[in-house]
């Protein structure tokens, strides 16, 4: 589904990330943001305690490969959040890592995961 650039939006802001999921009292959903706010508030860090985390990928898009290298001795599974059918699937070796996607990510000891 193609959403038209509303005319409030300013040129060179309408660069949309995938859905952020919202809840609001009565009303869940998806909420597009703009890339240029997620380029401020993104992170190149994650701070990972030992155990299963919920975190939003705020790396560039790249194989798990590379995204989880500075972990990799501590990874023990990762899941992505498929919003189309709500339920998690395994992340492998060659799955791409999108910004503002939801991961579970469990780790053997707590760590910092650099991306």
């Known amino acids: 589904m193609k959403i038209e650039k509303p005319a409030f939006i ?22 597009p943001l703009p890339r240029c706010i997620l380029d401020q508030i993104a992170s190149q860090e994650i701070t990972l305690s030992a155990g299963s985390n919920t975190v ?3 790396g560039r898009r790249q ?10 001795n501590y990874l023990v599974i990762a899941y992505h959040l498929n919003v189309e059918s709500q339920s998690w699937e395994q992340v492998l070796t060659d ?12 780790v053997s000891q707590d760590c910092v995961w650099r991306f």
């Open 95 to 106: 799955t791409i890592m999108v910004p503002g996607d939801t991961y579970n990510i469990n």
């Open 56 to 58: 939003t990928y705020t």
């Open 63 to 72: 194989k798990a490969s590379e995204a989880f290298a500075s972990i990799v």
């Open 10 to 31: 300013p040129e060179g802001v309408w660069d949309w990330l995938p859905a952020f999921p919202f809840e609001y009292p009565g009303i869940y959903g998806f909420l």
